[in-house]
């Protein structure tokens, strides 16, 4: 019943923040058979892909295609925090802060 109702209270929002990003990985890490096996190693190709799509959009100019590639990528940095948090190498605040 808690899960059902973490989702519930995410879709009920009208906009989305980084901490819900987080708790949507956590959701998904916990309940999506998909993302449950995903590994560090399994995850590369999906990396690999949204970078070189954002590095395309960068080169055509096209701002609009930039801001939704940079949003999957973000998704990867969290999704490889993640696992990161799971086996208790480091989470996404660690991540945050070795930014600035």
């Not at 819900?20 to 998904?28: Q, R």
């Not at 449950?36 to 070189?52: A, G, I, R």
Request: proline share 1%; hydrophobic share 40%; aromatic share 10%.
């Amino acid at each position: 019943m808690a899960l059902e109702n973490e989702i519930h209270n995410l879709l009920k929002k009208d906009s989305y923040d980084f901490d819900d990003l987080i708790k949507i990985m956590e959701i998904l890490r916990k309940n999506c058979p998909w993302d449950k096996k995903q590994t560090f190693d399994s995850l590369v190709k999906y990396l690999e892909e949204e970078v070189c799509e954002l590095i395309e959009a960068i080169i055509k100019k096209d701002y609009e295609n930039m801001k939704e590639e940079l949003g999957d990528l973000l998704l990867q940095v969290v999704f490889y925090s993640q696992i990161a948090k799971e086996k208790g190498l480091f989470d996404i605040n660690k991540v945050r802060w070795k930014v600035i």
